[in-house]
């Protein structure tokens, strides 16, 4: 027999079934049910497949320290794998699976590994895999093999097609866990005017009270918690959040939580950031399993969790039931056990009990036989008996049950405060890890402190309430905090003496009795190394069941006192967060924010291919019907060459530099002089960091006596604006400049080519543009269409070519004006790709060579550093190390055979000596329509005078290219700069 | 997640802020021997407890502040304005 159905009793609505399916198979429960409830009222025992050994595995818990019930919910790309089907509320139509098995969950080939559990022992990934006499490359080969065979349930590859969404709150009280401990926390900080948060895991409220049957005081438990909840909902100061989980506890009083939404709500879940003024945590403890063989069978279960199946769910495990304590808890779950009708013995490992406790038993119909503890559960897919000995050693008896019940002790919650760097301390008489000083205004309480009696955490729970409210300076009745314990007899723990068979510590990770005692005996005795080296405690568990009944094993093992071992520090999340939650709307193209060029839809009408470079959005190329990349961006660069191209730089970084001192801060951020540049002149200046590396680079316009108009790289933008706030604030507080980003302020074209003076002279009809009145550097101030802008003359094309601004609400109407013009005079609009190209074939240095680590001389830019003034990054580029002459400089590179192609990320070597990092790497490269060959610039050790006129490999091991290139100057046309003057 | 109380607008997370490294440095003058300037960019101390940092509320105002932070436990003990908290920045 299995599990079934009580005819009454439970927090179920039986007036709403629900339909649901497990393995494709259709079965029925209640609305309050969870997945778990409802497959063992279904008479399910075997649900799941273990992760080493694919043991059969039953449903074990009734909550969150589920080891063995884990399942995937859903199908597609709604497959949630590993979820604890005792956790999951069961909703219509809800599709569960069994997960790990092949073919399937009753025959399951992997159970082969059962056999060969030597294999799995501890440590033997190491050992058999990675050590002495393994390369790494045997791993690498085994692991795919190992990962088939051992593992937890397979994600969807497929896009998460559900909503997500994060919130932020902030409140006086965070109260977690909303069991009799945590509802009068809440109730009484609210009570005295605090806003409190109240966030519960499950969906109903009532932690412990929900699957007890004693009376709180003094009213019938149920009654208490509705009139609680009740007047909880009612407040306007307090928000309870059920379905709810906090997973971790940050600094400053920040809590993260993830919150279940119903499917209705067409949000899936909800990511919150809670900032508290204070916390309490009242998270409850988790009942022990004890240790002894096959204690993984299905139908071998936590007490706890048979007695909340019986009082919550009116679901019986078993028709007879054996329930084996060490402790006094145990006594009132087989009492409720028996009362619903259940055969039920109680098996205590203690000889000493007697007076009411035991009599409230034998009451209920409860056969008691003391002085007994469990050996080996028999059965294969299923307990069928429970092997008992004497606790004094001597061989008992063999008891036939369908079900049973584990009863180890409790271990208070304590994963948040642990998180925060709380160190719990072992309280012997009470066999439990009890909460440590906490250094921030975050209190336990009720269970999770270690109180059994649940009127004593109710008072708890008050007592924490005034505390906060006197805290915050509010008034509230003042209450103590109870002792923690409320036991009449004492536990007796850790009753592993007569084991037989393979005894489980960590079930989730199939981690046995016998591989711990194999870790000590090899040294591996403490709990951080005993976790790496077994897997105790890792996975969707974390240890919740196994963490203190390792410790005892290793006590034992060693010799000595359980608190001299150590704990191990849990870190967030509590429990696994789905990244979608993480993730909330930021995702896709929201992931980050999108900029747009203010010519953006002029491009766009126009045909733009557009590319996304950081943030910004920016014309790729422009094709002409079914042009590739390749092919637009050789015809543009002819445009250029031949009559005039424009191209949009709106997203250049701009800073208007402003104030008596400018020019003495500009100054000293260049390397190049910038105080005694003319007013209508621009310079290009390259600025370094503080220890002497190119930081950017760009053209400074002086447009005035005390302003310049700053120009920077799109991608330093930001990072040279903060600099300069930095340098002001921080450095030079007594210069008189405002710095402020104009960026969006200006929309932006270049525009160049032989006709570009000419094209130009026609817009702004208020300049002169001839060579004298408009020379190159030249800055001038006119009107467009009666809308001030400002050009400047400067080129890195190597054209004759200008920069042209205007208020960035007119950069549409300004680029139409262009485009018309430039077409009229057989020119056109180039893009990026073909902006590259220009400035390779010119050598100007971009992107790929200001790579963090070049130094000025290592890109020939060496002169531009003024001797007659003090710059930001003057002194550490004086370091002997970026002197050295074997430093990777910049040079240009041509393929030895003029039709060979090479490419950007080639790696520069010797002929022959194809080994190691090479002598440098290729930046960048282009096509040269001009020249009728590829060209590329790269950073190669020695440089030009070490190499020029050689020839080198340009190895590309990755795309499996090699062309041997000639090593040139890196400036491949028109090196005289003719051509600037048009 | 810190949070940090700007003094011109108010408490708000770190994450608003930038942080700007050690604030117990003197950067040298430009034209300081190379040594100094091989210990104001290289030369920290990492203390146990509390640290003076810069930190700039690059969301908010964009002032540069400077924050007593304790390493150990993250706690914030003060929060000023660069320009008034480092003795001898005003001429
Ligand atoms: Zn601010």
Redesign the interface.
């Known amino acids: 027999m299995t599990g079934f159905r009580l005819k009454s009793g439970g927090a179920i609505d039986r007036g709403k079934p629900l339909g649901f399916s497990f393995d494709g198979r259709t079965l029925h429960g209640f609305r309050g049910d969870t997945l778990a409830s409802a497959l063992l009222a279904n008479g399910e025992r075997l649900v799941a497949r273990s992760f080493k050994y694919h043991r059969p595995r039953g449903i074990m818990s009734a909550g969150i320290e589920e080891t063995s019930a884990l399942v995937t919910i859903g199908s597609g790309a709604r497959t949630i794998p590993n979820t604890l089907a005792s956790t999951e509320e069961l909703v219509e139509g809800l599709e569960a699976h069994s997960q790990h098995c092949w073919p399937n969950l009753r025959f399951d080939l992997g159970a082969i590994n059962q056999l060969s559990a030597r294999l799995f022992s501890a440590g033997f990934y190491y050992k058999t895999f990675m050590g002495p006499g393994n390369s790494p490359k045997s791993w690498l080969f085994y692991e795919r093999f190992i990962r088939r065979a051992a593992g937890l349930g397979v994600a969807s590859r497929e896009p998460d097609p559900d909503h997500y969404e994060s919130c932020e709150a902030s409140c006086d009280l965070l109260v977690i866990g909303a069991g009799p401990a945590g509802i009068e926390a809440a109730r009484v900080a609210a009570e005295a005017g605090l806003d409190v948060i109240l966030v519960e895991r499950d969906f109903a409220l009532g932690g412990g009270l929900l699957q007890e049957s004693e009376a709180i005081e003094g009213i019938n438990a149920r009654g208490w918690l509705l009139t609680r909840e009740r007047s909880l909902r009612g407040a306007s100061n307090v928000r309870v959040l059920s379905r709810t989980m906090a997973f971790g506890l940050?600094?400053?009083?920040?809590a993260g939580l993830v919150e279940r939404l119903q499917p209705a709500a067409g949000v899936r879940e909800r990511f919150w950031?809670v900032?508290a003024k204070r916390i309490v945590l009242a998270a409850g403890a988790l009942e022990r399993p004890l240790i002894f063989g096959n204690n993984d069978r299905p139908g071998v279960m936590l007490t706890s969790a048979l007695r909340a199946y019986v009082n919550r769910w009116g679901v019986a495990a078993g028709t007879r039931i054996v329930i084996a304590t060490n402790n006094d808890s145990a006594y009132a779950a087989a009492s409720d056990i028996a009362r619903a009708g259940i055969a039920t013995m109680l098996l205590d490992a203690r000889e000493d009990v007697s007076g009411p406790l035991p009599e409230m038993a034998k009451s209920a119909g409860v056969e008691l036989r003391l002085g007994g503890v469990p050996v080996r559960a028999i059965g294969r897919q299923s307990v069928r008996a429970l092997e008992v000995a004497r606790i004094d050693g001597k061989a008992g008896e063999t008891i036939d049950c369908d079900a049973m019940g584990m009863s180890g002790g409790w271990s208070p919650t304590q994963h948040l405060l642990s998180q925060r760097g709380v160190r719990p301390v072992w309280n012997e008489t009470l066999a439990a890890f009890l909460p440590g000083e906490a250094?921030e205004p975050v209190r336990c309480i009720g269970a999770a402190t270690g109180i059994w009696r649940t009127d004593d955490c109710a008072r708890s729970g008050r007592a924490a309430g005034a505390e906060a409210a006197h805290a915050l300076g509010r008034s509230a009745p003042k209450e103590d905090f109870p002792a923690p314990g409320g036991w009449d007899y004492p536990i007796r723990p850790w009753i592993f003496g007569g084991i037989k068979g393979k005894a489980f510590v960590d079930i989730q990770n199939d981690v046995t009795f016998g591989d711990v005692r194999q870790a000590c005996h090899e040294g591996y005795d403490a709990p951080e190394l005993l976790k790496r080296y077994t897997t105790l405690g890792m996975a969707t568990d974390q240890g919740r069941t196994s963490a203190v009944n390792a410790l005892a094993v290793i006590a034992k093992l060693r010799g000595g006192p359980l608190d001299a071992i150590g704990t191990t520090t849990f870190r967030p999340p509590f429990a696994p967060v789905s990244i979608g939650a993480l993730a909330g709307a930021e995702r896709d193209q929201h992931l980050l924010p999108t900029r747009r060029s203010p010519m953006h839809d002029a491009l766009v009408t126009q045909g733009a291919r557009m590319l996304e470079t950081g943030l910004w959005l920016r014309p790729w190329f422009y094709p002409q019907g079914t042009e590739t990349v390749d092919e637009a961006y050789l015809r543009e660069m002819r445009l250029v060459r031949e009559a005039v191209g424009i191209c949009d730089v709106s997203t250049l970084g701009k800073i208007a530099v402003q104030g008596p001192d400018a020019g003495e801060l500009l100054d000293?951020v260049y390397v190049n002089a910038f105080k005694s540049l003319a007013i209508g002149k621009a310079r290009y200046g390259v600025m370094l960091r503080?220890?002497g590396i190119v930081m950017d680079d760009g053209t400074s316009w002086r447009l005035g006596e005390h302003e310049y108009f700053m120009t920077t790289t799109t991608a330093n933008a930001g990072k040279v604006m903060?600099w300069l706030?930095?340098l002001l604030?921080?450095?030079w507080?007594?210069l008189r400049v405002a710095v402020t980003s104009v960026t969006d302020q200006w929309a932006g074209a270049s525009v160049a080519g032989p006709l570009a003076r000419d094209l130009l002279q026609a817009l702004v009809a208020d300049l002169d543009f001839s060579n004298d009145a408009f020379p190159f550097m030249g800055v001038r101030e006119g009107s467009f269409n009666g809308v001030p802008c400002r050009i400047a003359r400067i080129s890195f094309s190597g054209e004759l070519a200008y920069e042209i601004y205007v208020p960035a609400d007119h950069g549409q109407e300004l680029w139409r004006a262009l485009l018309d013009g430039a077409t009229a005079r057989r020119g056109g609009a180039y893009g990026l790709e073909a902006l590259g190209a220009l400035r390779i074939e010119k050598g100007h240095v971009g992107g790929p060579e200001l790579d963090g680590r070049a130094t000025l001389d290592d890109l020939g830019l060496g002169r531009m550093a003024s001797t007659k003034k003090?710059?930001?990054g003057?002194?550490?580029r004086?370091?002997p190390d970026l002197q050295r002459k074997d430093r990777p400089q910049l040079v240009g590179l041509v393929p030895v055979t003029k039709g060979e192609i090479f490419k950007g990320g080639s790696i520069l070597c010797e002929g022959g000596n194809e080994t190691g990092h090479g002598l440098g790497w290729v930046t960048s490269v282009t096509e040269s329509p001009s020249l009728g060959h590829w060209v590329g610039i790269g950073l190669l050790k020695g440089g030009l005078s070490e190499w020029g006129g050689r020839t080198l490999l340009a190895d590309d091991p990755i795309r499996g290219r090699r062309t041997l290139v000639k090593v040139v100057a890196p400036h491949f046309l028109d090196p005289e700069g003719k051509r600037l003057n048009g | 997640m810190l949070r940090i109380n700007c003094p011109f607008c108010g408490e708000r997370d770190h994450s608003e802020f930038t942080y700007g490294g050690d604030a117990n440095i003197a950067y040298p003058e430009l034209s300081a021997p190379l040594e100094a300037w091989i210990e104001a960019v290289y030369v920290r101390s990492n203390p146990k407890g509390p640290h003076r940092e810069r930190w700039q509320h690059s969301d908010g105002c964009r002032l540069w502040l400077i924050v007593e932070r304790d390493t150990l436990t993250h706690a914030i003990t003060r929060v000023e304005p660069a320009r008034t908290a480092i003795p001898g920045l005003m001429k």
Do not use: K, Q, S, W
Not at chain 1, 250 to 254: I, M
């Open positions: 940050y600094d400053h009083g920040v950031i900032r250094r000293r503080d220890d903060a706030e930095e604030e921080m450095r507080p007594d003090a710059f930001i003057g002194v550490l004086t370091r």
